[in-house]
């Protein structure tokens, strides 16, 4: 494993957002100048790696550039300066075709409030993504199928999205990200809409499928509880940087500054309590406090 290819590079990535009569230089920034006013630096200069098959958790509070940067990776949001590599592939050097290519068929996102098609059935919008990578018709109903049978919806499949709870609705965007066969998925706050009894099944699900089909992602969430159940490494968001990287485990014990501090402090102290009785520490033996109720994880999560 220590000498794998990396599936994912992200080298020294920035953003800065510009109002429009706001002359943008980005060497200005690069030589460690000052924020300009009208301008926002909402991703600066983040580098991370991720090999196959890890679950990177990116955490931080509300305008942190969380959603900023990963929508850098497949440059649905363009960066100012930095590379991004996929399967050692130069995102940032693909021209249109190439990067439409490329978001067809490499990476898959799942949103926050995903926006299902409400004229077409949870079959449809499950194969949609498949239809234009111009998958025919027959084959692409037995893939999104066979998702839908993995998400436990097949019996939805003729359905329409206004008949489904939220996280019904959430599992078929789930659906959709894995019918396209991806490796890198890109999770930004999916289940953030959700209650928390739905969203602690919703974590369950995705451990399971994970268990299953060892995806590597980049799951963002505000909430530290999700962040130790799904993650094998996390950062620590704010202002536009990683102000701490490292497994669930460093994180909790030793937080680099105040900011991480306040995430954690609660957790602390029920990671410590599992850490005592059950021995040596590990991220999916951590008891979270779901809604109040105390959880246990599911070992064996595969990881
Ligand atoms: N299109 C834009 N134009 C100008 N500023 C923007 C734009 N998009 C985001 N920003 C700013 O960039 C910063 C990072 O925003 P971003 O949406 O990435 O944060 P986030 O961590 O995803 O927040 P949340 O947790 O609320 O989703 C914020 O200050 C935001 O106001
Ligand atoms: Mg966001």
Redesign the pocket.
Same mark, same amino acid.
């Given at each position: 494993m220590a000498n794998d290819p990396y599936l994912l590079e992200v080298e020294n990535i920035w =953003?800065v957002?510009?109002?429009k009569d706001s002359v943008l230089h980005m060497e200005d920034y690069l030589s460690g100048k000052d924020d300009v006013s009208g301008q926002?630096?909402?991703?600066r200069d983040v580098s991370f790696k991720l090999k196959q098959g890890e679950v990177y958790v990116?955490m931080? %509070?509300?305008? &942190?550039? =969380? &959603?900023? %940067?990963?929508?850098c990776l497949l440059r649905l949001?363009e960066p100012d300066h930095g590379h991004v590599r996929v399967k050692g592939q130069d995102v940032m050097a693909m021209g249109l075709k190439e990067l439409t290519e490329f978001r067809r068929t490499q990476v898959a996102m799942v949103f926050?409030h995903y926006g299902l098609l409400p004229h077409r059935t949870i079959l449809e919008n499950v194969a949609f993504g498949l239809k234009l990578q111009g998958v025919k018709h027959k084959e692409r109903e037995k893939q999104a199928q066979e998702v839908l049978e993995k998400v436990g919806l097949l019996k939805w499949a003729r359905h329409y999205p206004e008949h489904l709870s939220g996280g019904m609705q959430q599992r078929v965007g789930i659906a959709r990200a894995l019918v396209q066969d991806a490796d890198l998925l890109l999770l930004?706050?999916p289940f &953030?809409g959700l209650d928390p009894l739905i969203r602690g099944e919703m974590q369950d699900e995705l451990l399971r499928l994970q268990a299953e089909l060892q995806k590597t992602m980049i799951f963002?969430t505000?909430d530290l509880n999700e962040a130790l159940r799904l993650g094998n490494r996390m950062a620590v968001?704010k202002?536009?940087i990683f102000v701490q990287e490292g497994t669930p485990h460093d994180i909790v014990m030793n937080p680099a500054d105040e900011y991480v501090q306040r995430f954690v402090q609660n957790e602390r102290q029920v990671y410590l309590l599992t850490e005592t009785t059950e021995g040596k520490s590990k991220v999916s033996h951590v008891t979270p406090l779901i809604g109040g109720k105390k959880e246990k994880i599911a070992a064996g999560s595969g990881r």
């Amino acid at each position: 494993m220590a000498n794998d290819p990396y599936l994912l590079e992200v080298e020294n990535i920035w =953003k800065v957002f510009a109002e429009k009569d706001s002359v943008l230089h980005m060497e200005d920034y690069l030589s460690g100048k000052d924020d300009v006013s009208g301008q926002v630096v909402a991703v600066r200069d983040v580098s991370f790696k991720l090999k196959q098959g890890e679950v990177y958790v990116i955490m931080g %509070l509300s305008g &942190s550039g =969380k &959603s900023t %940067l990963i929508r850098c990776l497949l440059r649905l949001i363009e960066p100012d300066h930095g590379h991004v590599r996929v399967k050692g592939q130069d995102v940032m050097a693909m021209g249109l075709k190439e990067l439409t290519e490329f978001r067809r068929t490499q990476v898959a996102m799942v949103f926050q409030h995903y926006g299902l098609l409400p004229h077409r059935t949870i079959l449809e919008n499950v194969a949609f993504g498949l239809k234009l990578q111009g998958v025919k018709h027959k084959e692409r109903e037995k893939q999104a199928q066979e998702v839908l049978e993995k998400v436990g919806l097949l019996k939805w499949a003729r359905h329409y999205p206004e008949h489904l709870s939220g996280g019904m609705q959430q599992r078929v965007g789930i659906a959709r990200a894995l019918v396209q066969d991806a490796d890198l998925l890109l999770l930004d706050e999916p289940f &953030s809409g959700l209650d928390p009894l739905i969203r602690g099944e919703m974590q369950d699900e995705l451990l399971r499928l994970q268990a299953e089909l060892q995806k590597t992602m980049i799951f963002v969430t505000h909430d530290l509880n999700e962040a130790l159940r799904l993650g094998n490494r996390m950062a620590v968001m704010k202002q536009g940087i990683f102000v701490q990287e490292g497994t669930p485990h460093d994180i909790v014990m030793n937080p680099a500054d105040e900011y991480v501090q306040r995430f954690v402090q609660n957790e602390r102290q029920v990671y410590l309590l599992t850490e005592t009785t059950e021995g040596k520490s590990k991220v999916s033996h951590v008891t979270p406090l779901i809604g109040g109720k105390k959880e246990k994880i599911a070992a064996g999560s595969g990881r």
